[in-house]
C-alpha cells in the first residue's frame, strides 16, 4: 500500500519576513498577524530581507503584564515581551501562548487562541484571533483581527472571562 505525500506551505510574515507555517495566524518569530490567503509552498524562493531591531526610546525590560482576573480577583504577573498569545494549551503549549485554563479559560468560552497581546514602543495593542466568543475591550467588541489600543487599567473579556489588564512592576 502506497502513502500520499502532503506538500507542506507557508506563509511570509510582512514585519519579519518569517517563513510561518499557514495554519497559523500570527508570525511564531514576532507576533505579527499574517496575510490571509495564498500560502507559499516550500518549494518556493525566497528572498531574505535584513532586519534592524531597535530597543525604543523609554523602554523598560523589566515592564510586567498583569492580568487581575474578575470578580476572584487574583492576579497574574507575567514578563511581556513584543507579544503574547491569550488562550488555552494543552502542556507543554509554545512559550508564547498565555494558558487560561487553570483561570476557567474553557468554561467561560476562552478559545485555543483568543486573542494576542502586543507591545510596539511604550503602547499595547490587542487583535482578537477569530475567538468565536469574542473580545471586548471595556465593553466594546473588536472586529476580528482588528489592532486596538489598549490602556493601563483597561478591561478586556474574551467571552465571559473579565480581565482587568495593568503594565509595570509587581
Known amino acids: 500500500m502506497g502513502h500520499t505525500?502532503?506538500?507542506?506551505?507557508?506563509?511570509?510574515?510582512?514585519?519579519?519576513?518569517?517563513?510561518?507555517?499557514?495554519?497559523?495566524?500570527?508570525?511564531?518569530?514576532?507576533?505579527?498577524?499574517?496575510?490571509?490567503g495564498t500560502a507559499i509552498p516550500e518549494d518556493?524562493?525566497?528572498?531574505?530581507?535584513?532586519?534592524?531591531?531597535?530597543?525604543?526610546?523609554?523602554f523598560r525590560p523589566?515592564?510586567?503584564?498583569?492580568?487581575?482576573?474578575?470578580?476572584a480577583d487574583t492576579c497574574l504577573s507575567l514578563p511581556f515581551q513584543d507579544f503574547l498569545i491569550l488562550g488555552r494549551v494543552i502542556p507543554p503549549g509554545p512559550p508564547e501562548v498565555v494558558d487560561l485554563t487553570a483561570f476557567?479559560?474553557?468554561n467561560?468560552?476562552?478559545s485555543r487562541r483568543h486573542c494576542i497581546l502586543r507591545r510596539r514602543h511604550q503602547q499595547y495593542f490587542v487583535t482578537d484571533l477569530n475567538a468565536p466568543n469574542g473580545t471586548f475591550v471595556n465593553g466594546l467588541r473588536l472586529e476580528s483581527r482588528q489592532e486596538t489600543?489598549?490602556?493601563h487599567g483597561d478591561e478586556l473579556r474574551l467571552g465571559k472571562m473579565i480581565i482587568q489588564v495593568f503594565f509595570g512592576a509587581i
Open 62 to 71: 523589566e515592564t510586567r503584564l498583569i492580568l487581575r482576573f474578575l470578580p
Open 149 to 151: 489600543q489598549i490602556q
Open 104 to 106: 476557567e479559560g474553557h
Open 44 to 58: 518556493s524562493p525566497s528572498s531574505s530581507l535584513p532586519r534592524l531591531d531597535l530597543l525604543p526610546p523609554g
Open 108 to 110: 467561560l468560552g476562552v
Open 5 to 36: 505525500t502532503v506538500p507542506i506551505s507557508f506563509k511570509r510574515c510582512l514585519a519579519c519576513d518569517h517563513m510561518t507555517s499557514a495554519d497559523e495566524i500570527v508570525c511564531t518569530r514576532c507576533g505579527a498577524l499574517l496575510p490571509e
